[in-house]
């Protein structure tokens, strides 16, 4: 086993904080929450203050509460959206990319419909359908925000698949009479790690903006506190316009904030899979540390290597594993 | 050709796609809320208004689903989209007022949004490890930020609080519109602030994608080729730049539906008479027709976009048409 090396650019470590405070969030942001935020019993449209730190809304809730209670809504539905979409995209990408023939071509052109038709407004029209007992479960929501968000990870591991397919160990496990399904659980998926991980960050940015959306235009229970309904009342109560920022914004800094550590997350993987990219995402002190030169130079882009000792081991272990 | 053939097919299988999914929602999904909502209407719309609505959900018919189905589709070559509810006219009427906005806005934005971040992004590519690197963060950033926030956040500094633009709908409302240049110059200046937001939240996409393949271009031998003939270095930018915008051009037909969707919520923000706003009005008086008529529209003018952007893509890049020669 070659051991994962995290690339240590301060992106990433950057994207790896920000991604984990709203993990804990999630978890502990309900318990931590000074007050109920539907409790109604403070003066409405408080200014932020010791007592209320982002002040209160016009039907005199509280916000700083309502953005804690609100980030396992937010957060779980996008996990779960995310989790359910990407291996639905696991499932129809490896299967397209491995079988081939007509099996591929049918499965390219479901992912292809799927990615041709603009999801939002398909969102929009499948959760207006949708019995009120199913509009109010956001399980429900995350589901269907999940069959909308599926197709770009399948076609991207379609082709990562394809370019596996045809390499020495497949064809070896094949040869030695290994079934279908064998070879692609043991000995394409592993190799896709990097990409499915990539696919599963972009799914979760996805849905984290598909739920607060829905939420916003009023298509999901205004009952259930998450960032997209806070900014629903903060609307259709006009806090905009009246100046509240302090109502509005907090929730839309949040979103961005997680979407923001996704994507830096997702930069890592990019420097993982390309070489080439790692030795540009360093900073300037870690470059003169690893030797590499301070200015990039044309037609010698610098790469950066393994430490010899681990060098040593890798070259061991696949000699052994071979 | 073959390519293009390829192409076609595609989007007419999802055009048919998206009309099947808009015919079978309302009758498969339980508790048709379009039953409930129909006992509301009797005397805000005709009779015959009722009826009509009733046709196009398939309700009180004795007819199976195929017959349905055939009629449907009848209906929707004829340009028939059903009667909208609240506003109790014909929804193709409504749809083309509303959507030469939207086409004009997310065009334009679109536009401009890819032309700067493509040519943005090569220049981080070619200045990767300079200072410059520190736009890469805050553009991640705007990217994260949902659409229709943004939009709230600028509407509320340079609108109503700085004065700088002027907001809210999509001329002076003191114009009717016409071909003057008072009005073309009102237009401008309304759509300002919209565009400004639409190619903020989606530039960021093209500037990465861009400086990733930037870099890796930059490690080709032809681009060091080029330097070592000596050439001007804006030459070789832009040699390097012609062959890494590929995958930019051929992401086109794939970013656009993604835009739109995002955009569609700016309309509601700025009050834009556009499609978007139209769809967020009818999702809020449970305007069934209308909801769908919307989304058959938005759907065929992004499959129309998509094809455009193939048709480009097949014109730029070489490997393609010799491909399709074959």
Same mark, same amino acid.
């Given at each position: 086993?070659?051991?994962?090396?995290?690339?240590?650019?301060?992106?990433?470590?950057?994207?790896?904080?920000?991604?984990?405070?709203?993990?804990?969030?999630?978890?502990?942001?309900? #318990?931590?929450?000074?007050?109920?935020?539907?409790?109604?019993?403070?003066?409405?449209? @408080?200014?932020?203050?010791?007592?209320? #730190?982002?002040?209160?809304?016009?039907?005199?809730?509280?916000?700083?509460?309502?953005? @804690?209670?609100?980030?396992?809504?937010?957060? /779980?539905?996008?996990?779960?959206?995310?989790?359910?979409?990407?291996?639905?995209?696991?499932?129809?990408?490896?299967?397209?990319?491995?079988?081939?023939?007509?099996?591929?071509?049918?499965?390219?052109?479901?992912?292809?419909?799927?990615?041709?038709?603009?999801?939002?407004?398909?969102?929009?029209?499948?959760?207006?359908?949708?019995?009120?007992?199913?509009?109010?479960?956001?399980? /429900?929501?995350?589901?269907?925000?999940?069959?909308?968000?599926?197709?770009?990870?399948? +076609?991207?591991?379609?082709?990562?698949?394809?370019?596996?397919?045809?390499?020495?160990?497949?064809?070896?496990?094949?040869?030695?009479?290994?079934?279908?399904?064998?070879?692609?659980?043991?000995?394409?998926?592993?190799?896709?790690?990097?990409?499915?991980?990539?696919?599963?960050?972009?799914?979760?940015?996805?849905?984290?903006?598909?739920?607060?959306?829905?939420?916003?235009?009023?298509?999901?229970?205004?009952?259930?506190?998450? #960032?997209?309904?806070?900014?629903?009342?903060?609307?259709?109560?006009?806090?905009?316009?009246?100046?509240?920022w302090y109502w509005f914004v907090p929730p839309?800094?949040?979103?961005? @904030?997680?979407?923001?550590?996704?994507?830096? @997350?997702?930069?890592?993987?990019?420097?993982?899979?390309?070489?080439?990219?790692?030795?540009?995402?360093?900073?300037?002190k870690m470059r003169r540390r690893s030797g590499?030169?301070?200015?990039?130079?044309?037609?010698?882009?610098?790469?950066?290597?393994?430490? +010899?000792?681990?060098?040593?081991?890798?070259?061991?272990?696949?000699?052994?594993?071979? | 050709?073959?390519?293009?053939?390829?192409?076609?097919?595609?989007?007419?299988?999802?055009?048919?796609?998206?009309?099947?999914?808009?015919?079978?929602?309302?009758?498969? %999904? $339980?508790?048709?809320?379009?039953?409930?909502?129909?006992?509301?209407?009797?005397?805000?719309?005709?009779?015959?208004?009722?009826?009509?609505?009733?046709?196009?959900?398939?309700?009180?018919?004795?007819?199976?689903?195929?017959? !349905?189905?055939?009629?449907?589709?009848?209906?929707?070559?004829?340009?028939?989209?059903?009667?909208?509810?609240?506003?109790?006219? $014909?929804?193709?009427?409504?749809?083309?007022?509303?959507?030469?906005?939207?086409?004009?806005?997310?065009?334009?934005?679109?536009?401009?949004?890819?032309?700067?971040?493509?040519?943005?992004?090569?220049?981080?590519?070619?200045?990767?490890?300079?200072?410059?690197?520190?736009?890469?963060?805050?553009?991640?950033?705007? !990217?994260?930020? $949902?659409?229709?926030?943004?939009?709230?956040?600028?509407?509320?500094?340079?609108?109503?609080?700085?004065?700088?633009?002027? &907001?809210?709908?999509?001329?002076?409302?003191?114009?009717? $519109?016409?071909?003057?240049?008072?009005?073309?110059?009102?237009?401008?200046?309304?759509?300002?602030?919209?565009?400004?937001?639409?190619?903020?939240?989606?530039?960021?996409?093209?500037?990465?994608?861009?400086?990733? %393949? %930037?870099?890796? %271009?930059?490690?080709?031998?032809?681009?060091?080729?080029?330097?070592?003939?000596?050439?001007?270095?804006r030459k070789v930018i832009m040699h390097a730049?012609?062959?890494?915008?590929?995958?930019?051009?051929?992401?086109?037909?794939?970013?656009?539906?993604?835009?739109?969707?995002?955009?569609?919520? &700016?309309?509601?923000?700025?009050?834009?008479?556009? &499609?978007?706003?139209?769809?967020?009005?009818?999702?809020?008086?449970?305007?069934?027709?209308?909801?769908?008529?919307?989304?058959?529209?938005?759907?065929?003018?992004?499959?129309?976009?998509?094809?455009?952007?193939?048709?480009?893509?097949?014109?730029?890049?070489?490997?393609?048409?010799?491909?399709?020669?074959?």
């Amino acid at each position: 086993m070659k051991t994962l090396r995290l690339p240590r650019s301060p992106k990433v470590l950057l994207g790896l904080f920000i991604v984990g405070f709203f993990l804990i969030l999630t978890v502990i942001g309900p #318990w931590i929450a000074p007050y109920n935020p539907s409790a109604t019993n403070f003066l409405p449209n @408080l200014t932020p203050s010791a007592t209320h #730190w982002f002040g209160t809304t016009s039907l005199g809730q509280d916000i700083f509460s309502q953005l @804690l209670v609100g980030a396992r809504a937010t957060m /779980v539905v996008a996990l779960l959206a995310g989790l359910v979409a990407t291996a639905l995209s696991v499932t129809i990408g490896v299967a397209a990319g491995y079988l081939g023939g007509p099996a591929d071509e049918g499965l390219t052109m479901l992912s292809n419909v799927f990615l041709a038709i603009p999801g939002l407004p398909l969102l929009i029209v499948i959760d207006s359908y949708l019995p009120v007992s199913g509009r109010s479960n956001e399980y /429900v929501i995350g589901l269907v925000i999940s069959l909308t968000g599926w197709a770009w990870g399948a +076609r991207v591991l379609r082709a990562q698949t394809l370019s596996l397919r045809n390499r020495d160990f497949v064809e070896a496990s094949r040869i030695i009479g290994e079934s279908r399904l064998r070879i692609m659980v043991t000995e394409i998926a592993p190799n896709l790690l990097p990409v499915l991980a990539s696919s599963l960050l972009f799914t979760i940015l996805y849905a984290i903006g598909a739920y607060v959306t829905l939420a916003y235009v009023g298509l999901t229970s205004t009952a259930v506190w998450n #960032w997209g309904t806070m900014l629903f009342w903060a609307q259709s109560n006009n806090a905009p316009l009246a100046g509240q920022w302090y109502w509005f914004v907090p929730p839309g800094i949040c979103i961005a @904030l997680v979407g923001t550590g996704l994507a830096l @997350l997702n930069f890592g993987i990019d420097e993982f899979i390309n070489p080439r990219l790692r030795a540009s995402g360093l900073s300037g002190k870690m470059r003169r540390r690893s030797g590499l030169p301070r200015r990039p130079r044309l037609g010698f882009t610098p790469v950066l290597r393994t430490p +010899r000792p681990t060098v040593v081991t890798a070259r061991l272990s696949t000699s052994s594993s071979k | 050709m073959r390519m293009i053939a390829r192409k076609l097919s595609l989007y007419a299988l999802t055009a048919w796609v998206a009309i099947t999914v808009n015919f079978l929602l309302p009758r498969l %999904m $339980p508790g048709n809320p379009v039953q409930t909502l129909i006992g509301q209407l009797t005397g805000r719309v005709t009779p015959q208004q009722v009826h009509a609505i009733e046709l196009s959900f398939g309700i009180g018919l004795h007819q199976n689903l195929f017959h !349905q189905y055939t009629g449907y589709i009848s209906q929707l070559f004829q340009g028939n989209l059903g009667v909208s509810i609240t506003l109790a006219s $014909p929804v193709s009427s409504i749809l083309r007022a509303a959507v030469p906005w939207t086409v004009g806005l997310i065009g334009v934005s679109t536009i401009l949004s890819f032309i700067i971040g493509t040519f943005g992004g090569a220049l981080l590519g070619w200045t990767r490890g300079s200072r410059f690197d520190t736009v890469i963060p805050v553009a991640t950033f705007f !990217q994260a930020v $949902p659409y229709f926030f943004l939009g709230t956040v600028v509407l509320l500094v340079f609108g109503s609080t700085l004065h700088w633009f002027p &907001v809210l709908g999509a001329y002076s409302p003191t114009l009717t $519109p016409n071909l003057s240049w008072t009005f073309i110059y009102s237009l401008i200046r309304y759509g300002e602030l919209p565009v400004i937001t639409i190619v903020l939240s989606s530039i960021a996409g093209w500037m990465l994608g861009m400086r990733n %393949m %930037m870099i890796t %271009m930059i490690g080709e031998d032809f681009v060091l080729m080029a330097v070592a003939k000596g050439l001007p270095r804006r030459k070789v930018i832009m040699h390097a730049a012609r062959n890494a915008v590929l995958p930019s051009v051929a992401n086109l037909s794939l970013a656009i539906g993604l835009v739109v969707s995002g955009a569609l919520l &700016v309309e509601l923000v700025f009050n834009y008479p556009g &499609v978007g706003n139209l769809l967020l009005q009818a999702v809020l008086n449970e305007d069934y027709p209308l909801i769908q008529g919307i989304f058959l529209v938005i759907t065929m003018t992004v499959l129309a976009a998509n094809l455009i952007a193939d048709l480009i893509y097949l014109g730029l890049d070489p490997r393609t048409r010799t491909e399709a020669a074959v």
